[in-house]
């Protein structure tokens, strides 16, 4: 058990550029989640997937934004024509089906738009 | 509108001391709470949970308490040591979870 992984652990773009994190969950976790957190604040949701099949999507994840985990394995987020509002931290979490409530972290996207 | 809130930014405890974080909800349907510790540049880590049909769930030093009339839960860490020093989330939902903003607990040696 490796824990799950983020790739990249920072990202830095230009302003209206396209970019893509993949996460990686706990192998034989069926949830995966995404979040992203800002200085100050707690985590916020953004979308989940059981398996390969995105259940829902915060109001927060706007249409420049997409999720995928095509196979119910890995996930990528991607962001379109980033904006400066975009740069967080985007965290990825994973669960597994007996104990669905304890997600664990990944260690993070730092993404940085200048 | 939070629907999870953690009113102290900061905490700080004597080593070897009972820290006690405090949080408050407003949904009374979540089914679960959970406490999360985070270090600088590392993503949250997964601490204790509680469901709603119990009031006190204990890990080692680690105890979360719930009380449901009063939509409030804590977490005491008893005793308290340095590598205890970190930001903690609680958090509470269903299918999400939702976040608290975070205290800041500071161990003093």
């Known amino acids: 058990d490796t824990g799950v992984s983020q790739d990249p652990r920072h990202k830095i773009t230009k302003r209206g550029q396209n970019v893509t994190f993949r996460c990686d969950p706990i192998?034989?976790?069926?949830?995966l989640y995404w979040y992203r957190q800002t200085l100050g604040q707690g985590p916020e949701f953004l979308t989940y997937f059981q398996n390969e099949a995105q259940l829902e999507k915060s109001r927060l994840l706007s249409d420049r934004f997409s999720a995928e985990r095509p196979k119910g394995s890995f996930s990528t987020l991607e962001i379109q024509r980033t904006e400066q509002g975009d740069s967080a931290m985007y965290l990825c979490?994973?669960?597994?089906?007996?104990?669905?409530?304890?997600?664990?972290f990944g260690p993070g996207t730092r993404l940085t738009v200048t | 509108d939070q629907q999870v809130k953690q009113n102290s930014p900061s905490l700080s405890v004597q080593e070897g001391r009972i820290s006690i974080l405090n949080c408050d909800y407003t949904?009374?349907?979540?089914?679960?709470f959970l406490w999360y510790k985070k270090y600088p540049a590392e993503g949250p880590t997964f601490l204790i949970s509680?469901?709603?049909?119990?009031d006190k769930n204990e890990d080692g030093r680690f105890t979360v308490f719930l009380n449901k009339s009063a939509k409030h839960l804590s977490l005491h860490i008893v005793p308290s040591q340095p590598g205890d020093s970190a930001v903690y989330f609680c958090?509470?939902?269903?299918?999400?979870?939702?976040f608290g903003k975070g205290t800041r607990l500071h161990i003093l040696p």
């Open positions: 509680i469901s709603s049909i119990k």
């Open positions: 949904n009374s349907m979540f089914d679960y």
């Open positions: 979490a994973s669960s597994s089906p007996d104990r669905l409530y304890e997600q664990y």
């Open positions: 192998s034989e976790h069926n949830r």
């Open positions: 958090a509470a939902g269903d299918d999400k979870i939702i």
